[in-house]
Each structure stands twice: as C-alpha cells, then as structure tokens.
C-alpha cells in the first residue's frame, strides 16, 4: 500500500517537460530553414511596402515525460528523423520525376528499358547512403516513403516493378524484422513522429 501511494508522487518528481530550447539541445541546429517568401509591394496607410509571406509555424503543447528514459526516446527518433527525412524527400523527387517521364513514352518496350536503367542508377545512388542507416533508421525509412509517396515501398514496387520484385525486396526485408508494406500512421502509432516531423520541415527543430 506504501509503494502504491509513493509511486506517483515519484513519477510527477522525476516529469521532463519539452520546450524549444530543449529540442535544440538534444537535435542541434535546424536542418531545414524557416520560409520566408517575397510576394511583391502592397500598399499600407498610403505607402507601398514590401509584403513577405510566412511558411507555416507549428505550435504543440509542451511534452511531458514521465522520466528520462521517455524523452531520450523521443528525441532518438527526431535525430533519426533528421537523418532519413532528406532521403525520403529525395525518393519522393525521384518518384515523381520517374512517373512523369514514363508518362511521356510511348511504348511498354520503352517504359520497361528506362525503368531497368533507373533500378540500376537508384542502387548506385542509394545503395552507400542505405547501407550506412542503423537498423532503426532503416524502419523509419519505410514509414516516411509512405508519407512522402502515399504508397508504401511494396505498393511502388509492385506497380512500377512488378510483383515478383516486390515479393522478393520485402522478403529479403523480413529476414530483418522489418517490412516494405508499414504503413505510416500519423495520428496513432506515429504521432510523436509526425510531431517531430512539422518541426523539422518548418525549421523550427
């Protein structure tokens, strides 16, 4: 009964609370700058002026973690995350630039020849800054196509590559404990890593 009434008193002495400053501290400076965008002159009290516009700026309620071991879990992830996000924003690039070039080419023989090229080039670009990913970054990884694509890796395998690829990169992914069809789930799972991630787009982590 002693324990029962003393373990909360404990964990509100020992709660972390979650500012700015702390973020900086535990992530170092902002990989992404905040936008500012010029949008020409406009008139203000019979002057003309220059207008800019402001990207968008989030702001949460401050974390609270019941102890140590919480917080250095979270900023684990938003460091991962400051690692991995740039790869999946270049991924979403280099999908959306491959679509709009098959788009353009006539022929299956055609599309099938440029995509054969582009798995050959993506390996060579990807494959030294994959293999450098700790085995939580790599999972990380497979969320954030999801986000950045709305497809999970499997999904564009399949659709661009075929079945039988796509069987066979998720396969050899399991053998790893992870999987190609994770789904990212902003507003469960993944709710503290789509906090960390508004932050880090906006410059503000």
Known sequence: ????????????????????????????????????????????????????????????????????????????????????????????????????????????????????QQEKELKAVYYPKLKKLTFAQGKLLIKLIDRQCDMTGYELIKKYMGGFKAGFYNAFASLFGASLKKEYDPDVDDRLTERAILLIESGQM
């Open 1 to 116: 009964m002693a324990l029962c009434c003393i373990t909360p008193i404990f964990c509100q002495a020992q709660e972390i609370k979650v500012d700015s400053e702390t973020d900086r501290t535990m992530t170092g400076d902002p990989i992404f700058a905040h936008g500012l965008y010029y949008t020409g002159m406009v008139e203000y009290d019979g002057e003309m002026i220059p207008s800019f516009l402001y990207a968008e700026y989030y702001v949460f309620g401050k974390l609270v973690f019941k102890n140590k071991a919480q917080a250095k879990k979270y900023y684990k992830i938003a460091n991962n995350i400051k690692k991995v996000y740039p790869i999946a924003c270049e991924i979403r690039q280099t999908v959306d630039k491959t679509i709009a070039h098959m788009d353009s080419l006539p022929t299956k023989k055609e599309k099938d020849a440029y995509l054969k």
